[in-house]
């Protein structure tokens, strides 16, 4: 059985990180320092409009000189997201972050954001998955129960 998205949630829990679009990026770092991640979602009254990366501050404020405190995180935010949905595999997340080059994926259901996935999460289910088959073979092969 394929492991789901929705396996991934229950094992790390739905919480997620946000900031509003109008927020600093000296605010949005502070976040994600805080919690220790890489990513924070950006929602305005209630709506996904956005996520930002440390990636993205590295690049678009740092190579550019840009000061965190003033400028806000809708100038950097990526705005065309890629979401999945409970159901989706954690197989599917890897090709989806693989293929477009990201590293957080929101996770809605019924329009709803429920939780965030990162490849950390994916890469985790995927291994715990293949030692799962493993021991389960060893055990066949070797005749203990």
């Given amino acids: ?52 990366s440390e990636r993205d501050c590295a690049r678009d404020l740092i190579l550019k000189d840009r000061s965190a405190k003033d400028t806000t995180v809708d100038e950097l935010m990526t705005s065309e997201i890629l979401v999945v949905s409970p159901t989706h595999t954690v197989e599917q997340c890897m090709f989806l972050m693989t ?24 890469v985790n289910a995927i291994v715990s998955a293949k030692q799962f088959v493993i021991e389960q073979l060893e055990s066949y092969i070797t005749g203990r129960s």
């Fill in 1 to 52: 059985m394929e492991t789901s998205v929705r396996d991934v949630l229950k094992r790390k829990g739905g919480s997620t990180v946000s900031v509003t679009s109008t927020a600093s990026i000296f605010e949005a770092v502070q976040e994600m320092e805080d919690h220790n991640i890489g990513a924070v979602l950006v929602i305005d009254e209630g709506r996904l409009v956005g996520i930002l």
């Fill in 99 to 122: 293929e477009n080059r990201v590293r957080h994926l929101p996770v809605l259901e019924n329009g709803q954001l429920i939780g965030v996935v990162s490849i950390g999460d994916v």
